[in-house]
């Protein structure tokens, strides 16, 4: 029943732009903190982004801080990631996550399949 679906990636030119979202159903969202994560090609997933479960707090890995903007609408269910000047190194597949905001019921923890950005002339 939980399921999260990514969409918005695509081929795009570096210093450009594009907004990822990730529609959730089958769990109380808001209840959950908010993750984008990514994996570049020969590389190891690294987490990008987060956003606690009532919006109130976001976290960014250095490589995108001051470029990428995550935030959330608890009434659509979704989450979003804006990617400004991009660069080639931003080139990997996003990943959508969902982890419960209480630590002892963290064992509730979903992925998205996930979405392809590429940024490339």
């Known amino acids: 029943q939980v399921q999260l679906v990514e969409s918005g990636g695509g081929l795009v030119q570096p210093g450009g732009s594009l907004r990822l979202s990730c529609a959730a159903s089958g769990f109380i969202f808001s209840n959950y903190a908010m993750s984008w994560y990514r994996q570049g090609p020969g590389k190891e997933r690294e987490l990008v982004a987060s956003i606690a479960n009532t919006g109130g707090s976001t976290n960014y890995a250095d490589s995108v801080k001051g470029r990428f903007t995550i935030s959330r609408y608890n009434a659509k269910n979704t989450v979003y990631l804006q990617m400004n000047s991009l660069k080639p190194e931003d080139t990997a597949v996003y990943y959508c996550?969902?982890?419960?905001?209480?630590?002892?019921?963290?064992?509730?923890?979903?992925w998205g399949q996930g979405t392809q950005v590429t940024v490339s002339s």
């Open positions: 996550n969902a982890k419960h905001a209480l630590y002892t019921l963290r064992k509730y923890n979903y």
